[in-house]
């Protein structure tokens, strides 16, 4: 009797772990950065190969999702397949300082640990969100910049190249009309409004977010910067609390003029709101985007999802190259307003 009574404690005990197993819904959302985006602008071909390149991402983030994965190794493999393609403003297709060189930066950040890596300024690692991961779990620290950064890629056995694989006529040709431009201020020297064939902006920053099944979110963002920026400027991507965050209840990733989402504490703004304020996802990120950033001529956009896989993706630009999936495994992309 006493034994059947603890058995079936025991079970009942089992049968609560099972009920509390994990069952979040699973979330990514991602974006390729914000900018000048007008449909008059884009050819067909480029529109495809941005929608497929989304796609692609989206889909490599849910497989691991799906089969149980983690947040983190959701988000990094999607930020390596836009950082591997040279459509966005990360890794292969990162714009050029004003010297003719690529300055990249890279973060991220676990929501339920608030553990979080960045790398700033190298010139030399492939995958800078690789690096950043590595970051933070291999180091004591949060940002690692320049040399250091570099550094420290080489002795984990991160992927380095010659600092010439970054080069892409396309952004070249950005930075030759930025220089042109010279007197106007980096972000008013957006290529796509003087370029028909659209060619891609200033901006074209990578976002990722993801929610797993245990319901730990993960932010991670990954950049060049902006066009004919100085040599050593270090944007909002790499800084938490600004291009990136993420905590129990949101997590968020920004693309635009980075000087703006480093002083307006953007992605932490957001999650503060959600988790403070109780705001809805969707409110909290509209309202810093749309009211405060945009009242000051901070130029941008967002993608912000809370725990329950609500997600939301303002901007206040022309467009934002933008894109979801959820557990039906159908990629949802975006570009323009
Ligand atoms: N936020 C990035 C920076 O300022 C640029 C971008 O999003 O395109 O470095």
Redesign the pocket.
């Known amino acids: 009797m006493v034994v059947a009574v603890f058995l079936g404690l025991l079970g009942l005990g089992a049968a609560r772990a099972q009920d509390s197993s994990p069952s979040s819904p699973i979330v990514m959302v991602v974006h390729g ?1 914000a900018g000048t985006i007008l449909k008059r602008n884009m050819t067909p071909e480029l529109e495809a190969s941005y929608q497929e390149k989304l796609s692609e991402g989206l889909l490599a983030g849910y497989r691991i999702l799906a089969a149980g994965g983690s947040s983190v190794d959701a988000v990094v493999a999607t930020i390596r397949i836009f950082e591997d393609s040279p459509l966005f ?1 990360a890794g292969k297709g990162a714009v050029f300082t004003a010297e003719g060189k690529n300055e990249l ?1 890279a973060s991220i950040m676990v929501g339920s640990t608030r553990q979080a890596g960045a790398v700033a300024g190298v010139t030399g690692i492939k995958n800078p969100i690789t690096a950043a991961r590595a970051v933070m779990e291999a180091t004591p620290h949060v940002l690692l910049a320049g040399k250091g950064a570099e550094l420290f890629a080489a002795e984990q056995g991160i992927e380095l190249v010659d600092p010439s694989y970054f080069f892409t006529q396309r952004r070249w040709d950005a930075l030759e009309r930025a220089r042109e431009a010279e007197r106007v201020e980096v972000r008013e020297a957006e290529p796509e409004k003087e370029n028909p064939k659209g060619s891609g902006g ?4 990578v976002g990722a977010l993801a929610l797993d099944r245990e319901g730990v979110l993960t932010a991670g963002t990954s ?1 060049g ?2 066009t004919n920026k100085r040599h050593g400027r270090v ?3 790499p800084i938490i609390g600004a ?1 990136t965050y993420a905590n129990e209840h949101c997590a968020a990733s ?5 000087e703006f ?1 480093i002083r307006w504490a953007v992605s932490y703004d957001i999650c503060a709101r959600v988790e403070l304020q109780g705001m809805a996802i969707d409110e909290a990120a509209e309202l810093v985007i749309n009211q405060e950033l945009k009242q000051v001529g901070g130029s ?1 956009g967002v993608i912000a999802l809370d725990n329950k896989g609500n997600l939301s993706m303002p901007f206040n630009t022309e467009g934002m190259y933008r894109g979801y999936i959820r557990d039906n495994g159908k990629p949802v992309v975006q570009i323009y307003k």
């Not at 920004?254 to 980075?258: E, F, I, L």
């Open positions: 950065g403003n930066d200033a901006f074209g920053t950049t910067g902006m944007g909002d991507s291009g920004g693309t635009g003029h980075g989402f941008g």
